[in-house]
Nanobody
């Protein structure tokens, strides 16, 4: 079983940056896909960014493309989400997810992931 722990959330002004980290323990995250999702109050959990471990390809929701960047560090077993030019619409709880058998067609669906972190709050003030 994999345990995922997020860190790095907080309060930031619009236009600022934050860096979220997700550390895995219990098993390597070198296979499958890792992703970040977010959930704002009263809304569905939505895909933000994903990365396939076998080829390093990254995918982003249109709302964050060009502002957010996902990366993985094998040596530290961590996944990072660099968030720049933050907007009030980015305010949400951000979750890290791992899917051992996730494929491209299911990358953006929360049901494709079998391990989740507890979430970290990101609040952007305007």
């Amino acid at each position: 079983q994999v345990q995922l722990v997020e860190s790095g959330g907080g309060l930031v002004q619009a236009g600022g940056s934050l860096r979220l980290s997700c550390t895995a323990s219990g098993r390597s995250i070198r296979n499958g896909a890792v992703a970040w999702f977010r959930q704002a109050p009263g809304k569905e959990r939505e895909f933000v960014a994903g990365l396939f471990r076998n080829n390093g390809r990254t995918y982003y929701d249109d709302s964050v493309k060009g502002r957010f960047y996902i990366s993985a560090d094998n040596t530290k077993n961590t996944v990072t989400l660099q968030m720049n030019s933050l907007q009030s619409g980015d305010t949400a709880v951000y979750f890290c997810a791992l899917g051992q058998r996730t494929i491209l067609s299911s990358l953006r669906f929360a049901t494709a992931y079998d391990s989740w972190g507890q979430g970290t709050q990101v609040t952007v003030s305007s």
